[in-house]
């Protein structure tokens, strides 16, 4: 764990609470440490200054007595100092270094080390003064101090020339070093009123950093108090309690982040309302949905119906007038004759004639019915998707009974290779009509008269899981589809066609209903040569309605929730 994991582990509190301590305690050990050795350096100034001023007294005081040697009056002198606690040893010394008063003891051998320092009254370096530390410890200040005497110089030259005229000329002195004051003061108790002044102030320092701890303890948990109510509030609603509001009634940014925070969970609890309500009706929506979308898809079916009923209105209208026209004229005929010859005397000829006519009639009347109940079927609009065995061909052909006429107008050939024994498939016939019908008029559109649309079955036998299908091919000799239009056949609206001529809606509704009896569409062209769409249907049965639902809802639940 690196040292910035470290940190970044710690809680909040500890993480106000020690830097601001350090940054305190190091403050106070800066502060107090340059406060007490400012006043330990106040304390030795005094002392030497002190010990200066009273060596300097010696030193103009021990002038007689180091010149007539009265050791009387020296030790008068060391009387005096002894009045002073701090004094341990004092001495003066004559010229040659002989001693000639002192008072106390001082072993020289027993010291460790000395340390020289400069006052305001040293202005000899052969006589300085030094800070003085035994072998036991003890630290004391050294001073040494010269005993000089004035002493008038006379010149022999000036006298003989200038005695008795001008006394300024006969007059000259010098400053003569006759001795040397030496005390030696001891520090004891100024480092004892060091070590006073150092306790007093770690005293002083300890409480003053016990106080602001407290205060900072205080001012933290004050301040960490409300983030620790917002952590828990966390907590709570992380575990799914919405119910949970914060109550912290302050003015600062942390009472507007309560706020906030309040009317956070308050949308929250609003959104997972009305997702709960969401998902307990939603079954239910899922079921009017798919209503609706069925109902949309059987009324796009219709329209396509009608709109390529629309397109074979002409052809159906003329192929039922031929068959009509004939039932017509064989029914006035049979009738002139049935009124000129009665029953009894007709030739056998005659009844034979009246048999064919009567025969004609029947059958262009039941070609008249097939054409429109086929119409009929085809522009029925079912309530509901029945699946049954269907027979492709038989499809096939009643669709090209639709179109024949409306081929022959547009001179266009209609060819059919089905082959036999073609297997039936599960479907709709109705549907698979309406598919089959859209592909020919197509078809039937990008062609130029004196071409030929060819409709052709196969069957592709079963092999391992796949379980064979029925294959329809339409192939036409038309203009073809263009590459970039090749994506967007299948997409509703989308046509190329003339206005009047299509809806765009043929292909996509015949896409839709192939995919739903489980096959496909399959699409070949060439531009300026033809096109060949291959319905494919598999033989075995497609999802029946409660797998649809089934999977209709789980994908519009994954799509919802995506």
Not at 168 to 188: D, M, P, Q, W, Y
Request: aromatic content about 6%; proline content about 3%.
């Amino acid at each position: 764990m690196t040292f910035r994991q470290f940190i970044l582990g710690l809680r909040l509190r500890t993480k106000v609470i020690v830097p601001v301590l350090i940054m305190l305690v190091l403050s106070s050990f800066a502060t107090g440490t340059y406060l007490i050795k400012r006043q330990a350096d106040g304390i030795r100034r005094e002392l030497e200054t002190a010990g200066e001023t009273m060596i300097r007294m010696m030193a103009v005081n021990a002038e007689t007595g180091v010149i007539l040697e009265s050791q009387n009056d020296l030790d008068d002198l060391f009387t005096i100092i002894q009045r002073f606690n701090v004094v341990k040893f004092g001495a003066i010394y004559s010229a040659d270094k002989r001693v000639l008063s002192q008072t106390g003891t001082w072993a020289v051998d027993s010291v460790v080390s000395k340390k020289p320092f400069k006052t305001a009254f040293t202005d000899d370096p052969q006589h300085q003064d030094f800070y003085v530390t035994l072998y036991s410890g003890q630290q004391f200040i050294e001073l040494n101090y010269p005993i000089t005497t004035r002493k008038q110089k006379l010149d022999r030259e000036l006298l003989g020339m200038t005695g008795g005229l001008d006394q300024a000329f006969n007059h000259s002195f010098e400053i003569e070093e006759i001795g040397t004051v030496k005390l030696v003061l001891s520090l004891e108790n100024v480092n004892k009123a060091i070590s006073e002044a150092q306790k007093t102030a770690l005293i002083v320092t300890s409480g003053i950093l016990l106080i602001a701890i407290l205060v900072i303890a205080y001012v933290v948990g004050f301040v960490i108090r409300p983030v620790k109510i917002l952590v828990n509030a966390t907590d709570k609603i992380s575990r799914g309690d919405l119910t949970y509001n914060v109550d912290i009634d302050i003015g600062d940014e942390i009472g507007h982040l309560a706020k906030t925070f309040n009317k956070m969970v308050d949308s929250l609890r609003q959104s997972r309302n009305e997702i709960e309500e969401y998902n307990r009706t939603l079954e239910q929506k899922i079921v009017q949905r798919t209503m609706e979308l069925e109902e949309a898809q059987a009324q796009l079916l219709q329209s396509e119906k009608m709109s390529a009923i629309g397109q074979l209105a002409a052809g159906v209208a003329h192929e039922l007038n031929n068959p009509l026209g004939g039932i017509l004229g064989y029914a006035q005929i049979a009738l002139e004759k049935i009124k000129k010859v009665d029953a009894a005397s007709a030739a056998k000829g005659e009844l034979t004639n009246y048999e064919r006519y009567l025969t004609e009639i029947e059958k262009q009347a039941r070609r008249c019915k097939n054409i429109v109940q086929n119409l009929l079927r085809f522009s029925r609009l079912p309530r509901r998707v029945e699946f049954e065995l269907v027979d492709v061909n038989r499809v096939i052909t009643d669709t090209a009974t639709f179109v024949e006429h409306q081929m022959h107008m547009n001179q266009i050939d209609l060819k059919l290779e089905l082959i036999s024994k073609l297997p039936p498939v599960s479907g709709n016939a109705g549907q698979l009509q309406q598919v089959f019908t859209n592909l020919i008029i197509n078809a039937m559109h990008a062609s130029s008269p004196g071409s030929e649309i060819l409709i052709r079955t196969q069957s592709s036998p079963a092999l391992g899981e796949f379980g064979g299908a029925v294959e329809v091919q339409f192939i036409d000799q038309g203009c073809g589809i263009p590459k970039e239009n090749m994506k967007k056949i299948f997409e509703p609206f989308f046509t190329t066609k003339e206005l009047g001529k299509g809806t765009g809606l043929g292909l996509s509704v015949s896409y839709g209903i192939i995919r739903d009896h489980g096959g496909e569409i399959r699409v070949m062209s060439t531009v300026g040569k033809g096109s060949i769409f291959t319905v494919v249907i598999p033989l075995q049965k497609p999802l029946d309605e409660a797998d649809k639902l089934s999977k209709e809802s789980t994908t519009s639940l994954s799509e919802h929730f995506d």
